[in-house]
Nanobody, 125 residues
């Protein structure tokens, strides 16, 4: 089994920054990509960002482009999400996922095989 553990969430004022981390551990797993999704109360889980593990090619949803940056540290099996200029609408539980399947994109939650427990991000206005 693969475990993903997120950290770094919290309460921040609008315009502030947070850095989320997601550390992977457990059995050997060929990772093609890791991604971040978020789910606000009463809404479906939505794609935020993803990164291909081998090439570091990144993908972002339009609403976070220019504000969020996804990166990874292969040696630490960790993916990060640097979130700047946060807005109240960024408030959600943020989940990281790991995909063991090659794909041309990684926008769908169905493409991910493992998930973390989530970390709460709250942005006050």
């Amino acid at each position: 089994q693969v475990q993903l553990v997120e950290s770094g969430g919290g309460l921040v004022q609008a315009g502030g920054s947070l850095r989320l981390s997601c550390a992977a551990s457990g059995r050997t797993f060929v990772t093609y990509a890791m991604g971040w999704f978020r789910q606000a109360p009463g809404k479906e889980r939505e794609f935020v960002a993803a990164i291909r593990w081998s090439s570091s090619i990144t993908y972002y949803t339009d609403s976070v482009k220019g504000r969020f940056t996804i990166s990874r540290d292969n040696a630490k099996n960790t993916v990060y999400l640097q979130m700047n200029t946060l807005k109240p609408e960024d408030t959600a539980i943020y989940y990281c996922g790991a995909s063991g399947t090659y794909s041309t994109t990684y926008y769908s939650a169905f493409q991910y095989d493992y998930w973390g427990q989530g970390t709460q991000v709250t942005v006050s206005s």
